[in-house]
C-alpha cells in the first residue's frame, strides 16, 4: 500500500497570506489520480484538485496543484477566511485508494 | 444536480451489522463507481471499497475483506455499504462518494455522511 505523508500538520496563517502544503508518497504515484480534498468541521470532503494540477468546476484559482513522482504540492495564492480548513491528499494505486493524514490550516 | 443522499444515523451494539444506503439522483446511476469512505472522530479519512454500479464489479480495502459488502440497486440509483461484526472501533461518519474512474480518478460529489455509533 502506498503511504501519503502529508506536512506540516498544522500550519497557522494570516488571511492573505500563501499557504503551501506538501504530500510525499512512499513509492511513485501517477499524476493522474492524485488528488487533493478540503474539509470543513461537519461537512463532507469537497474535490479540490485532481490529476495533480486541474481545478475542480467551481473551484477559485488561487487553489494551485503541482508536482510528480513522490512529491506533490498544494498551494493557495492568498489565503480567504472560507479557506480554513484541513486538507487532505489522496491517490490511486495498486488496486486502492489511500490518503493522507491531512493538514490543517488555522486562522493564526 | 448531482445529488448523493445517505441514510440516517444508526447505533449498534458490538458484533451486530450495519448497513449504509446511498441513493444517487442528477446524472446516469451506472455510469460511474460509488467508493464507500469513512472517518472516526477527530480522525482522518480511510477509504473503505469501492462498486461499479455499471457491473456490480467492487473492490475492498484489504483490512475489511470478509466484514464489508456493497451492492447497488441500479432500478433505484441506491448503492448500499454492510459493515458486519462490528466492534468499537467502526465508530465513524461513514461517506459515500461518485467515484470518477478512467484515465484519471476522483471523488467529485459526496454524500452527506451517515454516524455509526458502535457501543455496549
Known amino acids: 500500500e502506498i503511504v501519503l505523508t502529508q506536512s506540516p500538520g498544522t500550519l497557522s496563517l494570516s488571511p492573505g497570506e500563501r499557504a503551501t502544503l506538501s504530500c510525499r508518497a512512499s513509492?511513485?504515484?501517477?499524476?493522474?489520480?492524485l488528488a487533493w480534498y478540503q474539509q470543513k468541521p461537519g461537512q463532507a470532503p469537497r474535490l479540490l484538485i485532481y490529476?495533480?494540477?486541474s481545478r475542480a468546476t467551481g473551484i477559485p484559482d488561487r487553489f494551485s496543484g503541482s508536482g510528480s513522482g513522490t512529491d506533490f504540492t498544494l498551494t493557495i495564492s492568498r489565503l480567504e477566511p472560507e479557506d480554513f480548513a484541513v486538507y487532505y491528499c489522496?491517490?490511486?494505486?495498486?488496486?486502492?485508494?489511500?490518503f493522507g493524514q491531512g493538514t490543517k490550516v488555522e486562522i493564526k | 444536480q448531482v445529488q448523493l443522499v445517505q441514510s440516517g444515523a444508526e447505533v449498534k451494539k458490538p458484533g451486530a451489522s450495519v448497513k449504509v444506503s446511498c441513493k444517487a439522483s442528477?446524472?446516469?446511476?451506472?455510469?460511474?463507481?460509488i467508493s464507500w469512505v469513512r472517518q472516526a472522530p477527530g480522525q482522518g479519512l480511510e477509504w473503505m471499497g469501492w462498486?461499479?454500479?455499471?457491473?456490480?464489479?467492487?473492490n475492498y480495502a484489504q483490512k475489511l475483506q470478509g466484514r464489508v459488502t456493497m451492492t447497488t440497486d441500479t432500478s433505484t440509483s441506491t448503492a448500499y455499504m454492510e459493515l458486519r461484526s462490528l466492534r468499537s472501533d467502526d465508530t465513524a461518519v461513514y461517506y459515500c462518494?461518485?467515484?470518477?474512474?478512467?484515465?484519471?480518478?476522483?471523488?467529485?460529489?459526496w454524500g452527506q455522511g451517515t454516524l455509526v455509533t458502535v457501543s455496549s
Open positions: 442528477g446524472y446516469t446511476f451506472t455510469s460511474y463507481g
Open positions: 490529476g495533480a494540477s
Open positions: 462518494a461518485r467515484d470518477v474512474f478512467g484515465a484519471t480518478s476522483y471523488f467529485d460529489y
Open positions: 462498486i461499479s454500479a455499471y457491473n456490480g464489479n467492487t
Open positions: 489522496q491517490q490511486y494505486g495498486s488496486s486502492a485508494w489511500t
Open positions: 513509492q511513485s504515484v501517477s499524476s493522474s489520480y
